[in-house]
């Protein structure tokens, strides 16, 4: 792979120059403090993150375009939009859009941070004019990410302005990270990010360096709705540090579903003291809409609150628990019997996990088990399985004809049509890893649902 040796060169670029203005004096410790310009990059402007304490460098998402792109890999087609209230009156506002194309994922964002209204400008003698001194920084970009086996990558190139009165600046800079997500049964993910990599804003007379960042991270999915967050962070201008964070999500229906957020900030902790170290916040999901909140103290500062609202489309997928892990390469599958809810036949129900078996071992992720087999064993175990939730019944069916995961599912009808919502479940533990939803409009229609269905739950 040519990821690994062009990270090599980024932070061999970054040695070779720490002394050439990349850096501040003193670099990596707590004397680099204030010493770097375009502070309005080091705060990814996402709810979601600030409820994690800054955490979130294995999570995906289109927000993961400010942090730790490789995590857009997982965004799908969907626009998110942010507004921050900060101390003394300040706010920031930023949006990201990303659309899978291809064999990846391309996205853009803009992020615009504006001061506090009512300086006033003064005259050679100290008076007051009565104009007011525009002041703002604002940083637009474009990235693109891509997943290679169990690895994710991506990038983002962005330009940065800043403005002070009649003085502004620009520079450039690169974002870039790696996702690792281990294929099942593991339950950890590992992710590094290199940030605001680029030569100083100068604005005016005034020329500082832009606020570089590595940082790695350990994501340890504790239930498959669960996640505990691990991060140290390495900045030009502070000291290294680390962050703690967990996420629950909780699913109300296959199209809802409610995340609880916290986390603990070490860097706010010397900064702030106890009352700054501790952020919280929540996540609403309904249908293709979902809204962020997150509340941030900093001590005797006051504090910070963040929205972040979104809307997904294109797609008909459901709600699933967020950062599924990778799936094991072509890991054996076997697809059980789907049931038909009020206003489907069984027949029907059959006909779509027929179409849907058929779409599964076309995409090559997969070996099926054969349907023989399947039957004998669902003949044979009847009484046995009768007695067990969908899930179990279906975990039992892989285990017993030896595959690694299992798919079941169930066939609805209302007045948009036919309602196919598929999960796939893992063998050995009885976990669903995914839940896929598709909307037929009549039943001429099946095989196309059963197509979005398989790529969904093989990617």
Known sequence: MKIFPAITLALALC??????????????????????????????PSARFSALAGSGLALGGADAFFLNPAGTIGAGRSVRVSYESLLEASSRTGMVFSRPSGRGVLSAGLLYNNFTPGLEKLDGSGGGTGAEITAYDAAMGAGWASRHGWVDFGFVLKIIKSRLAEASGTSAALDAGLVFREPLPSRTEMAIAVRNFGPPIKVGSE???????????????????????????????????LSFAGEWFLPYSAWSGLSLRSGLNFKNYDDHGFMGAFAGGFGLKLGAASIDYAFSPYGELGAAHRVTAGLAWGGGAAVTPPDVPALPVKAGLAVAA???????TETEAAVVRNLLEAELGKTGSFRLVERAR???ILEENKILYSGLSEEKSAAELGRVSGADLAVFGSVGRDKDGYRITARLVGSSSGIVLRTETAVAAEDYLFRDAARRLAAAISK
């Open 15 to 44: 040695a070779g120059r720490a002394h050439g203005g990349l850096f501040p004096k003193n670099a990596f410790s707590d004397d680099a403090r204030g010493l770097t310009g375009a502070q309005f990059l080091k705060v990814p």
């Open 207 to 241: 020329k500082a360096p832009l606020p570089f960042e590595l940082a790695g991270g350990l994501k340890w999915k504790y239930t498959p709705d669960f996640s505990i967050l691990i991060e140290g962070r390495v900045p030009c201008d502070h000291a290294p540090y």
């Open 338 to 344: 789907f049931t038909g809810e009020a206003g489907v």
């Open 374 to 376: 399947l039957d004998f």
